[in-house]
């Protein structure tokens, strides 16, 4: 019989669950061939929870089979909860996904309400059917892409563009700028402040060497933020991801993002990564195209799904 535990607030979460999402989460990673989680949980968990994050943990006897985790996101555009989710492979399309997601709707309820946006990485229609029972409905497709590396082509940069790396107490505040303007409402690059860069520069894997900033006599004018994952089950190497690549509105059309592409898969080419990846929107056509004449091939289908939940107060108006 699986039961989920009353909701309780990580913060601190404790040693013990901490080691039985671990578990959970490697076996769905070993089935399913990549992570359940995101990095944003796992930061999460990792500093004991935050003031509002939450976590329901379903059990069945002593062993952890499913796991939702629900928290403010640190990106502001729009603000939004953020969810993850990792139900072990035995008990996938049981119900226990849309159990677990009403849990969390209820602790967004008793917080204020607000849009609640869940993450599945590898998602498919079973999964569409699974977190609709509890009225999420799909938002948007996010595609990993792949190249081999190194490439061939050289990059070509505007006019008096220069490269360097990004150097963090100094370029902080010039970067939030350029990456808010490049990302005006986006809902994960949007939004940024100073304490969500902080966050990531001080994740273990922030590498300065590979935050490149192309710089003109106006500032910044574009960036390319890469990121060396380790070795995961299956793979035969590390892989090197463009976390984040951005450029400025106002030098949009100058051929500065295929630039940054190729000086940002050189530089992971050069610190010894023989396969490069990145996210982009399954819409975002322009992108695809650009990434495609690359070389980079869809490798696997995320999906948010969305819901609005109204906070109880204003439900008992």
Not at 30 to 35: K, L, M, R, S, V
Not at 176 to 202: K, M, S, Y
Not at 275 to 283: Q, S
Request: with cysteine; aromatic share 6%; hydrophobic share 40%.
């Amino acid at each position: 019989m699986t039961s989920v535990t009353t909701l309780r607030r990580l913060q601190p979460v404790a040693p013990a669950d901490v080691v039985a999402i671990g578990r959970l989460h490697d076996a769905a990673e070993a089935a399913d061939g990549h992570p359940a989680l995101n990095d944003a949980v796992w930061r999460d968990l990792d500093a004991g929870g935050h003031p509002g994050s939450a976590g329901v943990l379903a059990t069945d006897g002593e062993h952890a089979v499913g796991y939702a985790h629900v928290a403010r996101s640190d990106s502001f555009s729009p603000p939004h909860w953020a969810v993850g989710l990792v139900v072990h492979p035995d008990r996938r399309g049981t119900g226990l996904e849309a159990e677990l997601l009403g849990a969390v709707v209820h602790h967004v309820e008793a917080e204020g309400g607000g849009p609640v946006v869940l993450w599945l990485l590898g998602a498919d229609e079973d999964d569409d059917d699974a977190v609709g029972a509890a009225g999420f409905t799909p938002q948007r497709d996010l595609l990993q892409m792949r190249v081999a590396l190194p490439l061939s082509e050289e990059p070509r940069w505007p006019p008096d563009t220069e490269v360097r790396t990004f150097v963090p107490g100094q370029d902080d505040d010039a970067w939030l700028e350029v990456n808010n303007r490049a990302f005006a409402n986006h809902p994960e690059q949007g939004g940024w402040i100073r304490d969500t860069l902080r966050r990531r520069l001080a994740e273990p894997w922030f590498d300065p060497a590979g935050f490149l900033l192309a710089v003109d006599d106006q500032g910044i004018a574009g960036f390319c933020w890469t990121k060396v994952h380790p070795p995961s089950p299956g793979e035969q190497g590390p892989l090197g991801e463009i976390f984040v690549i951005g450029v400025d509105p106002s030098r949009q059309g100058t051929g500065l993002g295929r630039a940054l592409t190729l000086v940002g898969l050189a530089s992971l080419a050069e610190r010894g990564v023989r396969t490069g990846m990145l996210y982009v929107d399954g819409a975002n056509e322009p992108a695809l195209r650009l990434y495609r004449s690359l070389g980079f091939e869809t490798h696997r289908r995320d999906r948010a799904y969305a819901r609005e939940v109204v906070g109880s107060a204003r439900m008992g108006q």
